[in-house]
T-cell receptor, first 114, second 111 residues
Framework: NAGVTQTPKFQVLKTGQSMTLQCAQDMNHEYMSWYRQDPGMGLRLIHYSVGAGITDQGEVPNGYNVSRSTTEDFPLRLLSAAPSQTSVYFC?????????????FGPGTRLTVL | RKEVEQDPGPFNVPEGATVAFNCTYSNSASQSFFWYRQDCRKEPKLLMSVYSSGNEDGRFTAQLNRASQYISLLIRDSKLSDSATYLCVVNKAGGYQKVTFGTGTKLQVIP
């Protein structure tokens, strides 16, 4: 099993550009989520999904969209990139049934917005 | 007050030393607690869950003190490979969005 994979690993954008961060998992996990990690701050939840076709907002959803058309994939879209979105983005997945289950993280995407 | 607070460190300890970190949480309704480990420029990985009765996994011991609202992580006989940032994670009841990550405590084990 590859676990949770994310692409790209690194990305530089100009202000106003849009892009999609890809996330896929092969563990058949129902729950998936996107976090951003900034210096001096804990991981903050952007959006999450409890199953295909179901998404909801986390703590910092503004400027981001998600969709979940399959169990495996959970892409994150930046609509119009801003310098404040410079961060490291992690995708995670968890087995359904218990929010206390271990979260498995992807390797992260390091995004810089100029 | 932050929901979850950790001393950012760094804690610089010699190999073989014992080191302990605390993490305080503000919401008394918090129900489950975890320690994750994050190596430099890598993703977080679960180190251990923290149970009410405390739990041990090899050189690592985790404790929960509900009265004072903190959890602790004790590492005995520190190894160079223990150098990492340790994230405290607290889950309030009620859903996925109730998980809160601390900012982490950095540990550097020195030869």
């Amino acid at each position: 099993n590859a676990g949770v994979t994310q692409t790209p690993k690194f990305q530089v954008l100009k202000t106003g550009q849009s892009m999609t961060l890809q996330c896929a998992q092969d563990m058949n996990h129902e729950y998936m989520s996107w976090y951003r990690q900034d210096p001096g701050m804990g991981l903050r939840l952007i959006h999450y999904s409890v199953g295909a076709g179901i998404t909801d907002q986390g703590e910092v959803p503004n400027g981001y969209n998600v969709s979940r058309s399959t169990t495996e994939d959970f892409p994150l879209r930046l609509l119009s990139a801003a310098p404040s979105q410079t961060s490291v983005y992690f995708c995670a997945s968890t087995q359904a049934g218990n929010y206390d289950n271990e979260q498995f993280f992807g390797p992260g995407t390091r995004l810089t917005v100029l | 007050r932050k929901e979850v607070e950790q001393d950012p460190g760094p804690f610089n300890v010699p190999e073989g030393a014992t080191v302990a970190f605390n993490c305080t949480y503000s919401n008394s309704a918090s129900q489950s607690f975890f320690w994750y480990r994050q190596d430099c420029r890598k993703e977080p990985k679960l180190l251990m869950s923290v149970y009410s009765s405390g739990n041990e996994d090899g050189r690592f011991t985790a404790q929960l003190n509900r009265a004072s609202q903190y959890i602790s992580l004790l590492i005995r006989d520190s190894k160079l490979s223990d150098s990492a940032t340790y994230l405290c994670v607290v889950n309030k009841a009620g859903g996925y969005q109730k998980v809160t990550f601390g900012t982490g405590t950095k540990l550097q084990v020195i030869p």
